[in-house]
C-alpha cells in the first residue's frame, strides 16, 4: 500500500519510483544522459539495480527475468539501443513471460550526445508497443501501464522520453493497491524462444496480431484524449510537446497522444474531421505527421527548421503560425574542458606536440578535441576509436600510418572497445597499431557511475573487478605498459614515442583515479577494510 502524498520528482525518479511500487524484480541498463539517474533512484529507495557491461546486455538480462515470469526494468539513452537492437528485435518476436519495460531516453537539442536521433522509430522498425509520457506524473503512471500492457499481451514495451521529461520536476501523486508480482517461474516452451527459421516464421505471425490486438486498443485506452476548446484549429501533440501546446495556445482543441505505436488511427481520424484546420506539433523527426499523412488523413506538419533542437513554447507558437525559423545561433558560453590536473590534459597535450592522429572515443576525454589540445580527430559512437583508427592504419602511408593513435576510456573499452582489440590482434596492420586505455577508475562523464573494471557494484558495494590488462594479455597484446602521467615527468611521452615507431601492437594502460572521484573513491575503499575487519573478528 502506498499512502495517497505529493511527491515532487524529475520523470527519471518517477520511473524508478514505480517500478519499485511494482515489485520489479531486477532494473538493468547502462548510464548514460538523461537516463543515468532512473536505475540510481530505483537502487536508492530499495529496488535491486545493476549496471551492465553495455545496453545490449542489459537488455538480455532483462530479458531473462522477463522469460522467468519476473518484471525488468532495461534503461538506456537513445544511442544504447542502437547497440541493444539485436536483442530488442528478437525478443519482440518471442516475446516475454513476465513483464519487460525498456526505456529509452532521447536527447534532442543534443545536451550530451552524438546525435537527435529519435527512437519512435524503433517502435515501429522492432514491432513493440510504445508509450510517450509528457512530465512526472506520466512517467510514473505509463510505467505502470507499460507493464501491465506487456504482461497482458506478452511483448516488450517501449517507453520514450526526452531530456526535458526525463530531468525536469512536478508533482507525481503515487498510486494505491498497486500488486508487487512474484516471478511465475520459468515454462519450457522453446517453440516460442528459440528464433530458427521454422519457429520464427510463426513467431512473426504471433507478433503481428498482437500488433493488431493493440491498435484496437489503443483507440479507446485512456492515455490517448482530445480536449475540445475552438475548433478552428485543432493541434496532434504528444510528450514534452503536449505542455509547451498548452502554455503556447490555450484555447486551442488538442488530440494528446500518450500511447503512440501503434497509433489511433480512427481516433485521429475522428479529431481531424471535428476541427476545420490540423496541425501536429512533435519534437525530433515527423514520425506522427508522417504516420497520420500515410493513412490517408489530411494534417500539416512542421517546418523542417523545427526538426533540430528541443522544442519551447515560443518555437511552438511559431511552429502553429508557420513561420519558418532561421538558423538558430549558439548562445556564448565558456566552452566545456578538462578538469584542471586531469591526467587527460598530459595526455593530449603529448598527442598533439608528437602530430598524432587521435581515433577518439566517447567520454570526458572527448573534450581533447577542444582548444588548447585540438588533439581527437574522430568520434563516432562507443568503441568505435579502435577499429576507425586500425582503418586509418590500414590505408595511409607508412608515415601517417605511424601517427595513428586510439584513445578510449575504461568504461568505454569494457563497453564495447574489447572486440575493436579483438580485431587489431587478428587483423594487425603492417605497422601496429597504438591504443591508450584512459583509465579514471570510473564512468566520469555521465555522473562517476561504477562499471565493471571499479570493482564495485551500481551502489558502490564491491564486486568482481574486471582487471583490465590481464583482459589485454588475454586477447594476445604482448606489448602492454601501465603508466600514471604526471606533470614534469616526460616517461609517458617516451613511452609513446617509442610505441609509435614500433611496427608492433602496443596498449598503454594510463591511469589515475578521476579527481572528481577520489574522495568517494577513499570513502568506498575505508567501507570495504571495515567490512573486511568486521569479517575477520568474526572468524
Known amino acids: 500500500m502506498v499512502d495517497e502524498e505529493k511527491l515532487l520528482l524529475t520523470g527519471d525518479e518517477a520511473v524508478g519510483l514505480a517500478a519499485k511500487h511494482l515489485g520489479v524484480a531486477l532494473g538493468t541498463g547502462y548510464p548514460g544522459t538523461p537516463s543515468t539517474e532512473i ?3 530505483f537502487s536508492e529507495i530499495g529496488g535491486k539495480a545493476q549496471w ?28 544504447g539501443l542502437n547497440v541493444a537492437s539485436d536483442s530488442l528485435f528478437a525478443s519482440a518476436y518471442t516475446g516475454v513471460y513476465g513483464g519487460l519495460v525498456i526505456v529509452s531516453a532521447d536527447d534532442p537539442g543534443l545536451a550530451s550526445s552524438q546525435n537527435e536521433q529519435d527512437n519512435r522509430r524503433y517502435a515501429v522498425s522492432a514491432g513493440v508497443p510504445m508509450f510517450e509520457p509528457s512530465d512526472s506524473q506520466e ?30 520536476r512536478t508533482i507525481v501523486i503515487p498510486k494505491k493497491d498497486l500488486t508487487s508480482k512474484n516471478p511465475l517461474g520459468y515454462v519450457k516452451d522453446a517453440q516460442t ?13 504471433r507478433l503481428r496480431k498482437k500488433l493488431g490486438e493493440l491498435k484496437e486498443w489503443s483507440e479507446d485506452c485512456p492515455f490517448n484524449f482530445s480536449i475540445f476548446k475552438d475548433k478552428s484549429l485543432g493541434i496532434i501533440t504528444s510528450g514534452i510537446s503536449f505542455v509547451h501546446t498548452c502554455e503556447a495556445e490555450p484555447d486551442t482543441s488538442v488530440l494528446k497522444l500518450g500511447f503512440t505505436y501503434p497509433l489511433p488511427i480512427k481516433k485521429i481520424a475522428e479529431f481531424v474531421n471535428q476541427v476545420e484546420h490540423c ?31 528541443e522544442l519551447n513554447v515560443e518555437r511552438v507558437r511559431n511552429i502553429i503560425q508557420k513561420k519558418p525559423e532561421s538558423e538558430r545561433k549558439i548562445p556564448p558560453g565558456k566552452p566545456p574542458q578538462l578538469c584542471d590536473g586531469c591526467q587527460y590534459r598530459i595526455v593530449y597535450d603529448t598527442l598533439s606536440r608528437l602530430g598524432c592522429i587521435v581515433s577518439g572515443d566517447i567520454g570526458c576525454y572527448t573534450l581533447g578535441v577542444l582548444p588548447p589540445f585540438n588533439a581527437m580527430d574522430t568520434c563516432l559512437c562507443m568503441g568505435a576509436s579502435i577499429g576507425v583508427g586500425l582503418g586509418l592504419r590500414h590505408s595511409l602511408s607508412e608515415e601517417k600510418a605511424r601517427k595513428v593513435v586510439s584513445v578510449i576510456g575504461d568504461s568505454t573499452f569494457i563497453h564495447s572497445g574489447i572486440t575493436g582489440l ?29 562499471h565493471p573494471g571499479t570493482g564495485r557494484k551500481l551502489n558502490h558495494e564491491p564486486t568482481n573487478r574486471v582487471v583490465i590488462e590481464d583482459l589485454v594479455k588475454a586477447i594476445g597484446v604482448k606489448n602492454l605498459h601501465i603508466v600514471e602521467p604526471r606533470l614534469g615527468s616526460d616517461s609517458f611521452e617516451k613511452l609513446l614515442n617509442e610505441s609509435l615507431n614500433k611496427e608492433e601492437l602496443t596498449v598503454i594502460i594510463a591511469r589515475r583515479p578521476c579527481l572528481l572521484a577520489s574522495k568517494k573513491l577513499k570513502k568506498y575503499q575505508r567501507c570495504e577494510d571495515v567490512k573486511k575487519e568486521v569479517n575477520r573478528e568474526k572468524k
Not at 551492465?52 to 544511442?79: C, D, Q, W, Y
Not at 503512471?141 to 530531468?167: G, N
Open 39 to 41: 536505475l540510481e533512484y
Open 52 to 79: 551492465s557491461p553495455n545496453e545490449k546486455v542489459a537488455l538480455e538480462v532483462g530479458i531473462g527475468v522477463a522469460f522467468a515470469g519476473a518484471r525488468a526494468l532495461v534503461t538506456m539513452k537513445h544511442v
Open 139 to 168: 512517467a510514473y503512471d505509463f510505467t505502470i501501464a507499460a507493464f501491465e500492457l506487456s504482461e497482458k499481451w506478452q511483448i516488450p514495451v517501449l517507453l520514450r522520453m526526452t531530456m526535458r521529461v526525463c530531468h525536469s
Open 193 to 205: 524462444r528459440v528464433l530458427i527459421p521454422a519457429y520464427a516464421r510463426f513467431a512473426h505471425r
Open 279 to 309: 496541425i501536429v506539433v512533435e519534437e525530433g523527426d515527423p514520425y506522427l505527421y508522417e504516420s497520420i499523412r500515410a493513412s490517408g488523413i489530411n494534417v500539416d506538419g512542421k517546418d523542417e527548421s523545427y526538426r533540430f533542437g
Open 422 to 450: 579483438v580485431e587489431m590482434v587478428y587483423n594487425p596492420p603492417p605497422t601496429g597499431h597504438v591504443v591508450i586505455i584512459l583509465d579514471n577508475q570510473t564512468t566520469a562523464m555521465t555522473g562517476l557511475q561504477e
